[in-house]
């Protein structure tokens, strides 16, 4: 029999088959749609994850106040920019950083650039519309020569700057519908000039002199501390952060390593763990979806059993008429390999769909969610990254299934005699 032939047939039995078969079916769906949706949203995370974390240099090291700090604050922003910060530290009262530190920090090797910030929060007006917007104050002089963002018009602070800003691309279109360059706004009551738009973003940046002025008057503490480095290899990286923990601990009275009131984050190692947090969870509930798959290889045995004893008769009639053994097992293995294919296309597709959705919706959730953790994880999930290859790996993958389910029955079928078959009832 030829294998155009088998495969007609063994079509026909999918097409007449009852609904266990279907209900088979949509198992093999379920399951596959879930490994695609996990697998692609992790993918997508991932990236995102490498994006904001690129974004904020592997060259750069942030400190900051407080012996416990974590990823928080205002968590990824707009293009995915990400803040070191916003966790509470352990103690009740925090020292904060000063002019002091910075100088101190100045004299550790390896050093290209440092920048003192400070940040907080106001209420910016533009025409007749006002929000609350997030405000850094930076150093003018080194804040273009440190920032990893980019500017889509317009310029970075200059230090003749006083009451002028520079804001992200999300805040100029989105919160505030038609900013431009030269615009108006004010900040606290104050009216600064638009000078620069970001390619991302939803931040306000001011020199800190004036975000001084607006926020905290006669203060010299910085909010946290960046640092450029010139060597950013893991063992330069390593050395670095170890003296600047000794001059901190020494400009600041620090004797012993548990009295530490400040925290040093680095970026490469930030992204490691939480890399490695994510893989764990893609292998966990790719264990979950991958049972899903077990259920639906035993469902498809299941079928095929049930549909050898039906079309026992059917079997009998074909090897009576010159059918071989070969003959019978390549129609009902290709039966159960067609049974795993329709699966794994329906749910390539559907996997595709739901990966949409997910991304959809934790896209709307961190626009509602203006900070903290739920924030941060939210934005991880905004998007998805859908790979071919997995779409073809998980239907062959499907197909493989179905046959290696099939096999047994399809072996038992070939092997009935067309005598008994025929009497049976």
């Keep these: 029999m030829k294998i155009k032939k088998s495969v007609h047939l063994a079509w026909n039995i ?40 690129g974004k904020l240099g592997a060259d750069i090291i942030t400190i900051t106040p407080g012996a416990s700090r974590a990823i928080g604050g205002t968590g990824f922003q707009g293009g995915g ?19 002091k530190d910075l100088d101190a920090i100045k004299s550790v090797s390896n050093i290209k650039y ?63 519908s038609g900013i431009s360059l030269n615009s108006k706004v004010t900040i606290e009551g104050k009216v600064f000039k638009v000078v620069g738009i970001l390619s991302s973003g939803n931040s306000v940046y001011m020199p800190i002199n004036t975000a001084r002025e607006v926020f905290s008057p006669g203060s010299d503490n910085y909010d946290s501390i960046q640092v450029k480095i010139t060597d950013d290899s893991t063992n330069a990286t390593n050395k670095t952060i170890t003296e600047m923990t000794k001059v901190l601990m020494m400009e600041r009275g ?24 994510l893989d764990t969870i893609s292998i966990f509930l790719g264990a979950i979806a991958a049972i899903s798959l077990i259920v639906g290889a035993i469902g498809i045995a299941n079928t095929m059993f049930t549909s050898v004893l039906e079309k026992t008769r059917e079997i009998g009639i074909m090897k009576a008429i010159g059918a071989k053994n070969r003959d019978v097992l390549s129609i009902f293995l290709i039966n159960s390999g067609m049974i795993g294919m329709v699966g794994g296309i329906g749910g390539a597709l559907l996997g595709v769909v739901a990966s949409g959705l997910i991304s959809s919706l934790a896209t709307s959730s961190s626009s509602t969610t203006t900070q903290g953790a739920g924030n941060m994880l939210g934005s991880l999930f905004t998007s998805t990254s859908i790979n071919p290859w997995l779409l073809i790996g998980v239907v062959a993958f499907s197909v493989l299934i179905g046959m290696a389910a099939g096999a047994i029955p399809a072996y038992r079928a070939s092997k009935l005699s067309p005598i008994e078959a025929l009497r049976y009832e």
């Design 254 to 277: 620090i004797l012993q390593q548990k009295n530490v009131d400040f925290s040093i984050s680095n970026p490469a190692e930030i992204q490691s763990t939480v890399s490695s947090t």
């Design 14 to 53: 999918l097409i007449h088959s009852k609904i266990r078969s279907w209900l088979t079916i949509i198992g093999i769906i379920i399951g596959i749609a879930s490994v695609v949706a996990i697998l692609s949203i992790s993918s997508g995370a991932e990236k995102q994850l490498s994006s904001s974390l």
């Design 81 to 99: 920019n990400i803040a070191f910060g916003g966790v509470s530290p352990s103690t009740t009262t925090t020292k904060n950083l000063t002019s």
């Design 114 to 176: 440092i920048l003192g910030e400070i940040s907080d929060r106001g209420t910016m007006g533009y025409l007749s519309k006002s929000s609350t917007v997030s405000v850094t104050g930076v150093d003018s002089t080194v804040w273009k020569e440190i920032t990893t963002d980019t500017l889509s018009s317009g310029r970075f602070l200059t230090t003749s700057d006083t009451y002028s800003i520079v804001i992200g691309s999300n805040l100029a279109n989105s919160v505030f």
